[in-house]
């Protein structure tokens, strides 16, 4: 039965990664009807929104989509086309592995970790309080009279961190049951309860609880600060990490580092109504329209969604024919290659030719 899957091109180098992605899914043979709808800059040049309701409708409908990145103006008052499919959809998990292929140049070759981020709470939870606000000032005094240690300093802006029991333990239970299904032995649950024994505390009070449910995966805890030690020095040792927002944030640019960059790194934000595939990386919009930047990224989302569809057969060649154009390094795009100005390096629709030739001789 063919798979109904909304696709979203997007804008700067977005539809040009997102049509040699659709072209490597088509050729595993999976057949996949692609019901496909803008979002980003230029259709809010044309329509006034970023993000129309017929896109969303689109993805409510078919519950699984891919998407190429989309460009937040700075100062525009335009709202992130992510962090609206996050809200609307409830996007609570977003999942980014990050494994170091053979081919590409990396100090950290051993690296083959996936990172699990809770989408929808802590310090982004966007619940601020402007400095000198009425509102600041209200907390400062509430707080005060509250508990006479709680004091912060006038003139101070203030962000506030919520974790609760609901958002830690589906994230968890979101990791456990990832690796699970992938075939992966540990869950290490990342915070800093040490300090913040009320949020990350919580965070990692539910995580101990969550994993007794699964005996057969291992489980353990990290103090966050440690776990950037550690993943930099023995990364063969870290398998899926949980993280709390902002950690989960911070820790998922690390891991694409470590696999030899942004144009390496697939995500998947994952709900309960849908799923939405992406690459970690943005529109570069400097590349726009130039046959340039690495499709990697996003092809490798499609595999999440492939594996998410329950097509496990046809990810795990599409994944081994990425890997096998990037371990050959001949027919690579530009940040693959030893020297950025490499003149054989090739173009994004060129590397996906060079992928479907793989899979058809595979
Ligand atoms: P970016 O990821 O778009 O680009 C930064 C640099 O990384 C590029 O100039 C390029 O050198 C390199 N790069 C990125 N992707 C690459 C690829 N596939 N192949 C080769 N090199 C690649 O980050 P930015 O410039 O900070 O953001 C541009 C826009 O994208 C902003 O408007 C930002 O808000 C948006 N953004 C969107 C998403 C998303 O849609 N998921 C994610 C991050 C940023």
Known sequence: MAHTVTLI???????????????????????L??????????????????????TLESIKRNRVGI????????????????VLLRKELDLYSCIRPCKAYEGVRTRFPETDIVIVRENTEDLYAGIEFEKDSAAAEDLRRFL?????????REHSGISIKPISVYGSERIVRSAFDYARANGRGKVTAAHKANIMKFSDGLFLEVAREVA????????????????????????????VIVLPNLYGDIVSDLGAGMIGGLGLAPGGNIGTEAAM??????????????????????????????????EREAADRLEAAIAEVIRKGERVTYDLKPSRDDPTAVGTSEFADAVIEQLDAA
């Open 33 to 54: 009807d692609w019901d496909e709808h803008p979002a980003g800059e230029d259709v809010y040049r044309e329509e006034g929104t970023p993000f129309p309701e017929r």
């Open 212 to 239: 007794k449910d699964y005996d057969d995966v291992e489980f353990e805890d990290r103090i966050i600060d440690n776990l950037c030690n550690q993943l930099v020095s023995r990364p063969e040792e870290y398998d």
């Open 277 to 310: 595939f992406e690459a970690t990386h943005g529109s570069a919009p400097k590349y726009k329209g130039l046959n340039r930047v690495n499709p990697t990224a996003l092809m490798l989302s499609g595999v999440l969604m492939l594996r998410h569809l329950d």
């Open 144 to 152: 005060e009279e509250l508990d006479a240690t709680a004091r912060i």
């Open 9 to 31: 091109p997007g804008d700067g180098t977005g539809p040009e990664l997102a049509e040699a992605t659709r072209r490597v899914l088509e050729a595993t043979g999976v057949e």
């Open 67 to 82: 998407k190429g990145p989309t460009t937040t103006p700075v100062g525009s008052g335009f709202r992130s086309v992510n």
